[in-house]
């Protein structure tokens, strides 16, 4: 992100575009969330006992924010499911988690 | 992030990955504190007077926590400036803004 000579307006409109995306999938449960549909279509019954200490409330809060977002659906059954869209996500989760792994080795290497 | 078929135990260090990246870079203001100083080192004022809404407080929690991850450092005229580390951020940056913005494109064609 160098900002220097791009015009103040590309830059700003840059960073609402990051922070929109950080607002969609951040907090502590929706990329645990989209971790556990990726493994398959679940009930709300079956993410709420595989998330260890989410809330009811807060689950359907945060489905239906994926919903919304239009990254998760539900089925005829009533099952939660990534949606096709979803699968644009597939390069911002692997820069996230290689730049987390190698954040995480720096880190220790520093203690 | 396709599961299936991958060892559980890589899905949660993935997880936990991709978890330590958005909390790194999460909240309302530590892309645009990253945004401001892209475009050169400030002083905690010059900051405070960019970043309009942040209190002192916040601004300061906010700055230790960028110093404590390596990604800002303050110079001897004890003016906050990116580090070489923050230089790795890069693709996380560019890949975050990419998907925001064509995410807002495609919600404000569902409207």
């Not at 160098?2 to 969609?24: M, N, S």
């Not at 489905?63 to 979803?86: A, P």
């Amino acid at each position: 992100m160098v900002c220097p000579g791009e015009k103040i307006y590309d830059c700003k409109r840059q960073l609402l575009a990051i922070q929109d995306t950080l607002d969609i999938l951040g907090g502590k449960w929706k990329v645990t969330i989209l971790g556990c549909l990726a493994m398959g279509e679940k009930r709300f019954m079956d993410l709420q006992r595989e998330l260890a200490g989410i809330g009811p409330k807060m689950l359907s809060r945060e489905l239906h924010e994926l919903e919304v977002n239009s990254l998760i659906q539900k089925n005829e059954e009533g099952k939660y499911m990534m949606t096709e869209y979803s699968a644009s996500l597939k390069p911002v989760i692997e820069v996230l988690a290689a730049w987390g792994a190698q954040h995480r080795v720096k880190v220790m290497s520093m203690q």
